[in-house]
T-cell receptor, first 119, second 115 residues
Framework: NAGVTQTPKFRVLKTGQSMTLLCAQD?????MYWYRQDPGMGLRLIHY???????AKGEVPDGYNVSRLKKQNFLLGLESAAPSQTSVYFC??????????????????FGPGTRLTVL | GENVEQHPSTLSVQEGDSAVIKCTYS??????FPWYKQELGKRPQLIID?????GEKKDQRIAVTLNKTAKHFSLHITETQPEDSAVYFC??????????????FGKGMKLTVNP
C-alpha cells in the first residue's frame, strides 16, 4: 500500500495563478482532510470530507475550494493564489469511526506534504 | 472556537533526561487526544493517543496522561535519545459533520536532545 500520497511535492506560483493539489489514499478511508502548516502555527484545518461527494469547511477555508468526486481522491484548489497562501500543505485520511483498518481507532494518516510558494 | 494550547514551544534536554510537554483544551466534549511527532521535512506521525475513558497510557519510553476535569493532557518521554529530536504536536478531537471527528492541533513543541 502506498498510503497517502500528494502531488506535486513542490510548486512555485505567481500571485493570481491557480492550481490544484491532489491527495490520494489507497486505504479505503472515509474521511479526508487538508491542513496547512506555517511556522509556529501548528496544523490548521482548511477543508475536510466525510465521504465521496461531501465537503465541509475547516478553520481557515477562505481562498480554497475542494472536491471529493472519488472516495480515494481529495483535491484542494487555489483559484487566485496570494502570498499569504505560501505554506506547506498536508493531506490526511482517517478510517470511519468504529471500523478498524490500518492503525488505531481515529488515527489520521498524513501524506508527505506539498511545499507551495506564492510570489 | 475550540482551542488547544501547548507549552513549552521549545525544550532542550541532555540525552537520558526526561521531557514533558503539556497541553490544555477548551472543548469539554473532546474525547480523543493524539500526539504526533514530526521530524524535519517529514510528515507528522502518530506516536501515542489516549481516549477520554483512560487516565494514562504508556508505550515503552513514552506515556500520556489525561485530566478531563482540568482539561489538560501531557506527554512524557523518558531516557531521551538524539533521535527523539523533533517537533511534537498535541491535538484534541471535536465533533465534525457526519459523525467524523476533526482534530484541533496545538502549535507544536520543538524538542532538542543533546548528546
Amino acid at each position: 500500500n502506498a498510503g497517502v500520497t500528494q502531488t506535486p511535492k513542490f510548486r512555485v506560483l505567481k500571485t493570481g495563478q491557480s492550481m490544484t493539489l491532489l491527495c490520494a489514499q489507497d486505504m479505503n478511508h472515509e474521511y479526508m482532510y487538508w491542513y496547512r502548516q506555517d511556522p509556529g502555527m501548528g496544523l490548521r484545518l482548511i477543508h475536510y470530507s466525510v465521504g465521496e461527494g461531501t465537503t465541509a469547511k475547516g478553520e481557515v477555508p477562505d481562498g480554497y475550494n475542494v472536491s471529493r468526486l472519488k472516495k480515494q481522491n481529495f483535491l484542494l484548489g487555489l483559484e487566485s493564489a496570494a502570498p499569504s497562501q505560501t505554506s506547506v500543505y498536508f493531506c490526511a485520511s482517517q478510517p470511519h469511526s468504529g471500523r478498524v483498518g490500518q492503525g488505531s481507532y481515529n488515527e489520521q494518516f498524513f501524506g508527505p506534504g506539498t511545499r507551495l510558494t506564492v510570489l | 472556537g475550540e482551542n488547544v494550547e501547548q507549552h513549552p514551544s521549545t525544550l532542550s534536554v541532555q540525552e537520558g533526561d526526561s521531557a514533558v510537554i503539556k497541553c490544555t483544551y477548551s472543548d469539554s466534549a473532546s474525547n480523543y487526544f493524539p500526539w504526533y511527532k514530526q521530524e524535519l521535512g517529514k510528515r507528522p506521525q502518530l506516536i501515542i493517543d489516549i481516549r477520554s475513558n483512560v487516565g494514562e497510557k504508556k508505550d515503552q519510553r513514552i506515556a500520556v496522561t489525561l485530566n478531563k476535569t482540568a482539561k489538560h493532557f501531557s506527554l512524557h518521554i523518558t531516557e531521551t535519545q538524539p533521535e527523539d529530536s523533533a517537533v511534537y504536536f498535541c491535538a484534541a478531537s471535536i465533533r465534525g459533520r457526519g459523525g467524523s471527528e476533526k482534530l484541533v492541533f496545538g502549535k507544536g513543541m520543538k524538542l532538542t536532545v543533546n548528546p
